[in-house]
T-cell receptor, first 116, second 112 residues
Protein backbone atom coordinates (compact mmCIF):
# COMPACT_ATOMS: atom_id res chain seq x y z
CA UNK A 1 0.00 0.00 0.00
CA UNK A 2 0.88 3.64 -0.25
CA UNK A 3 2.87 5.36 2.49
CA UNK A 4 1.59 8.17 4.67
CA UNK A 5 4.06 9.73 7.08
CA UNK A 6 2.83 11.59 10.15
CA UNK A 7 5.02 13.64 12.47
CA UNK A 8 5.66 13.96 15.25
CA UNK A 9 4.73 10.57 16.69
CA UNK A 10 4.38 12.11 20.10
CA UNK A 11 4.51 15.60 21.55
CA UNK A 12 4.17 17.16 24.99
CA UNK A 13 3.28 20.82 25.19
CA UNK A 14 2.27 23.36 27.77
CA UNK A 15 -1.27 24.67 28.09
CA UNK A 16 -1.85 27.69 25.93
CA UNK A 17 0.71 26.84 23.30
CA UNK A 18 0.05 25.64 19.77
CA UNK A 19 1.15 22.36 18.24
CA UNK A 20 1.44 21.48 14.57
CA UNK A 21 1.10 17.93 13.26
CA UNK A 22 2.17 17.10 9.71
CA UNK A 23 0.79 14.44 7.43
CA UNK A 24 2.61 13.64 4.19
CA UNK A 25 1.83 11.25 1.39
CA UNK A 26 5.21 9.96 0.28
CA UNK A 27 4.51 8.09 -2.94
CA UNK A 28 1.18 9.39 -4.20
CA UNK A 29 -0.74 12.61 -4.53
CA UNK A 30 -3.32 12.94 -1.80
CA UNK A 31 -6.35 14.74 -3.14
CA UNK A 32 -8.18 14.22 0.13
CA UNK A 33 -6.90 13.98 3.66
CA UNK A 34 -8.81 13.06 6.78
CA UNK A 35 -7.99 13.96 10.36
CA UNK A 36 -9.20 11.75 13.19
CA UNK A 37 -9.09 11.90 16.93
CA UNK A 38 -9.15 8.78 19.05
CA UNK A 39 -9.92 8.70 22.75
CA UNK A 40 -8.69 5.76 24.85
CA UNK A 41 -10.54 2.53 24.20
CA UNK A 42 -12.75 4.16 21.58
CA UNK A 43 -13.09 4.10 17.85
CA UNK A 44 -11.85 6.81 15.51
CA UNK A 45 -13.76 10.08 15.39
CA UNK A 46 -13.53 12.05 12.16
CA UNK A 47 -12.62 15.67 12.85
CA UNK A 48 -12.39 17.08 9.36
CA UNK A 49 -11.90 16.34 5.70
CA UNK A 50 -9.65 18.46 3.53
CA UNK A 51 -9.24 18.60 -0.20
CA UNK A 52 -6.10 20.09 -1.68
CA UNK A 53 -6.44 23.81 -2.20
CA UNK A 54 -9.81 24.04 -0.45
CA UNK A 55 -10.95 24.84 3.03
CA UNK A 56 -11.41 21.88 5.29
CA UNK A 57 -14.87 20.55 6.07
CA UNK A 58 -15.26 20.09 9.80
CA UNK A 59 -17.54 17.60 11.48
CA UNK A 60 -20.21 18.83 13.81
CA UNK A 61 -18.85 19.79 17.19
CA UNK A 62 -15.26 20.28 16.04
CA UNK A 63 -14.02 23.85 16.54
CA UNK A 64 -12.42 25.00 13.31
CA UNK A 65 -10.67 27.91 15.02
CA UNK A 66 -9.06 25.58 17.48
CA UNK A 67 -8.10 22.81 15.08
CA UNK A 68 -6.64 24.55 12.05
CA UNK A 69 -6.22 22.36 9.01
CA UNK A 70 -4.17 23.32 5.99
CA UNK A 71 -3.91 21.21 2.85
CA UNK A 72 -1.76 23.44 0.71
CA UNK A 73 -0.23 20.79 -1.54
CA UNK A 74 -1.05 17.36 -2.86
CA UNK A 75 1.41 15.74 -0.48
CA UNK A 76 1.06 17.70 2.75
CA UNK A 77 -1.67 18.50 5.22
CA UNK A 78 -1.17 20.00 8.66
CA UNK A 79 -3.30 20.07 11.78
CA UNK A 80 -2.54 22.84 14.26
CA UNK A 81 -4.02 22.60 17.71
CA UNK A 82 -4.17 26.19 18.90
CA UNK A 83 -4.12 27.33 22.51
CA UNK A 84 -3.96 23.74 23.64
CA UNK A 85 -5.63 22.61 26.84
CA UNK A 86 -5.27 19.33 28.74
CA UNK A 87 -8.59 18.13 27.34
CA UNK A 88 -7.04 18.29 23.86
CA UNK A 89 -4.71 15.49 24.88
CA UNK A 90 -5.48 12.60 22.60
CA UNK A 91 -4.24 10.40 19.77
CA UNK A 92 -4.55 12.12 16.39
CA UNK A 93 -4.41 10.13 13.16
CA UNK A 94 -4.38 11.34 9.58
CA UNK A 95 -5.26 9.42 6.48
CA UNK A 96 -4.79 10.30 2.83
CA UNK A 97 -6.54 9.28 -0.33
CA UNK A 98 -5.46 9.84 -3.91
CA UNK A 99 -7.39 9.73 -7.13
CA UNK A 100 -11.13 9.40 -7.14
CA UNK A 101 -13.34 9.37 -4.09
CA UNK A 102 -13.84 5.64 -3.90
CA UNK A 103 -10.19 4.69 -3.60
CA UNK A 104 -8.65 3.35 -0.42
CA UNK A 105 -7.29 5.78 2.17
CA UNK A 106 -3.97 5.09 3.89
CA UNK A 107 -3.12 5.97 7.47
CA UNK A 108 -0.31 7.83 9.13
CA UNK A 109 1.42 6.53 12.23
CA UNK A 110 -0.56 8.75 14.58
CA UNK A 111 0.48 11.48 17.01
CA UNK A 112 0.09 11.20 20.76
CA UNK A 113 -0.50 14.73 22.08
CA UNK A 114 -0.18 15.40 25.79
CA UNK A 115 -0.96 18.89 27.06
CA UNK A 116 0.35 19.66 30.53
CA UNK B 1 -27.34 7.59 7.88
CA UNK B 2 -24.86 4.79 7.52
CA UNK B 3 -24.14 2.94 10.75
CA UNK B 4 -21.70 0.17 11.47
CA UNK B 5 -22.17 -2.29 14.30
CA UNK B 6 -19.39 -4.56 15.37
CA UNK B 7 -19.58 -7.40 17.84
CA UNK B 8 -18.40 -8.58 20.17
CA UNK B 9 -16.71 -5.52 21.60
CA UNK B 10 -14.46 -7.60 23.77
CA UNK B 11 -13.24 -11.12 23.30
CA UNK B 12 -10.94 -13.14 25.48
CA UNK B 13 -9.97 -16.51 24.15
CA UNK B 14 -7.45 -19.28 24.51
CA UNK B 15 -4.69 -19.95 22.05
CA UNK B 16 -5.60 -22.56 19.51
CA UNK B 17 -9.31 -21.71 19.45
CA UNK B 18 -11.35 -20.34 16.56
CA UNK B 19 -13.62 -17.35 16.72
CA UNK B 20 -15.45 -14.85 14.54
CA UNK B 21 -15.95 -11.10 14.75
CA UNK B 22 -19.04 -9.69 13.05
CA UNK B 23 -19.57 -6.37 11.31
CA UNK B 24 -23.02 -5.23 10.20
CA UNK B 25 -23.71 -2.05 8.29
CA UNK B 26 -26.99 -0.32 7.67
CA UNK B 27 -26.96 0.82 4.03
CA UNK B 28 -25.27 -0.03 0.78
CA UNK B 29 -21.53 0.55 0.65
CA UNK B 30 -18.93 0.01 -2.03
CA UNK B 31 -16.16 -1.18 0.17
CA UNK B 32 -15.53 -2.72 3.58
CA UNK B 33 -12.25 -2.63 5.44
CA UNK B 34 -10.75 -4.50 8.34
CA UNK B 35 -7.97 -2.94 10.37
CA UNK B 36 -5.82 -3.98 13.26
CA UNK B 37 -4.66 -1.57 15.96
CA UNK B 38 -2.04 -2.35 18.57
CA UNK B 39 -1.92 -0.25 21.77
CA UNK B 40 -0.47 3.18 21.13
CA UNK B 41 -0.21 2.55 17.41
CA UNK B 42 -2.06 3.61 14.31
CA UNK B 43 -4.14 1.36 12.08
CA UNK B 44 -2.79 -1.49 10.02
CA UNK B 45 -4.86 -2.41 6.98
CA UNK B 46 -5.75 -6.11 6.95
CA UNK B 47 -8.36 -6.56 4.23
CA UNK B 48 -10.31 -4.57 1.68
CA UNK B 49 -13.48 -6.30 0.51
CA UNK B 50 -15.13 -5.01 -2.63
CA UNK B 51 -17.80 -7.38 -3.79
CA UNK B 52 -20.46 -9.77 -2.62
CA UNK B 53 -19.00 -13.12 -1.70
CA UNK B 54 -15.47 -11.76 -1.45
CA UNK B 55 -13.23 -13.84 0.77
CA UNK B 56 -9.66 -12.95 1.65
CA UNK B 57 -7.21 -14.79 3.84
CA UNK B 58 -3.92 -13.84 5.40
CA UNK B 59 -2.37 -16.32 7.76
CA UNK B 60 -4.83 -17.17 10.53
CA UNK B 61 -7.25 -14.40 9.55
CA UNK B 62 -9.98 -14.71 6.97
CA UNK B 63 -12.48 -12.03 6.05
CA UNK B 64 -15.67 -12.39 4.06
CA UNK B 65 -18.37 -10.08 2.78
CA UNK B 66 -22.07 -10.63 2.17
CA UNK B 67 -23.42 -7.42 0.66
CA UNK B 68 -26.99 -8.68 0.59
CA UNK B 69 -26.97 -9.27 4.32
CA UNK B 70 -24.71 -6.23 4.83
CA UNK B 71 -22.46 -8.39 6.92
CA UNK B 72 -18.76 -9.02 7.06
CA UNK B 73 -16.97 -11.51 9.25
CA UNK B 74 -13.38 -11.74 10.41
CA UNK B 75 -12.57 -15.32 11.32
CA UNK B 76 -9.61 -16.24 13.45
CA UNK B 77 -8.30 -19.77 13.12
CA UNK B 78 -6.19 -21.42 15.81
CA UNK B 79 -5.52 -18.13 17.55
CA UNK B 80 -2.05 -17.24 18.75
CA UNK B 81 -1.02 -14.62 21.30
CA UNK B 82 0.42 -12.32 18.61
CA UNK B 83 -3.08 -11.74 17.27
CA UNK B 84 -4.05 -9.90 20.44
CA UNK B 85 -5.09 -6.40 19.32
CA UNK B 86 -8.14 -4.28 18.64
CA UNK B 87 -9.83 -4.97 15.31
CA UNK B 88 -11.97 -2.41 13.53
CA UNK B 89 -14.23 -2.70 10.53
CA UNK B 90 -15.16 0.35 8.48
CA UNK B 91 -17.21 1.04 5.38
CA UNK B 92 -17.16 3.78 2.76
CA UNK B 93 -20.09 6.16 2.98
CA UNK B 94 -20.82 7.07 -0.63
CA UNK B 95 -23.24 9.79 0.55
CA UNK B 96 -20.55 11.60 2.57
CA UNK B 97 -17.53 12.02 0.32
CA UNK B 98 -16.68 8.33 0.82
CA UNK B 99 -15.55 9.00 4.35
CA UNK B 100 -15.13 5.92 6.48
CA UNK B 101 -17.79 4.97 8.99
CA UNK B 102 -16.27 2.97 11.79
CA UNK B 103 -17.34 0.12 13.96
CA UNK B 104 -16.67 0.43 17.68
CA UNK B 105 -13.82 -2.05 17.55
CA UNK B 106 -13.29 -5.49 19.05
CA UNK B 107 -10.61 -5.86 21.66
CA UNK B 108 -9.20 -9.33 21.31
CA UNK B 109 -7.11 -10.89 24.04
CA UNK B 110 -5.59 -14.28 23.38
CA UNK B 111 -4.32 -16.09 26.40
CA UNK B 112 -1.53 -18.67 26.25
Amino acid sequence: GAVVSQHPSWVICKSGTSVKIECRSLDFQATTMFWYRQFPKQSLMLMATSNEGSKATYEQGVEKDKFLINHASLTLSTLTVTSAHPEDSSFYICSARGGSQNTEAFFGQGTRLTVV
Amino acid sequence: ELKVEQNPLFLSMQEGKNYTIYCNYSTTSDRLYWYRQDPGKSLESLFVLLSNGAVKQEGRLMASLDTKARLSTLHITAAVHDLSATYFCAVDDRDSNYQLIWGAGTKLIIKP
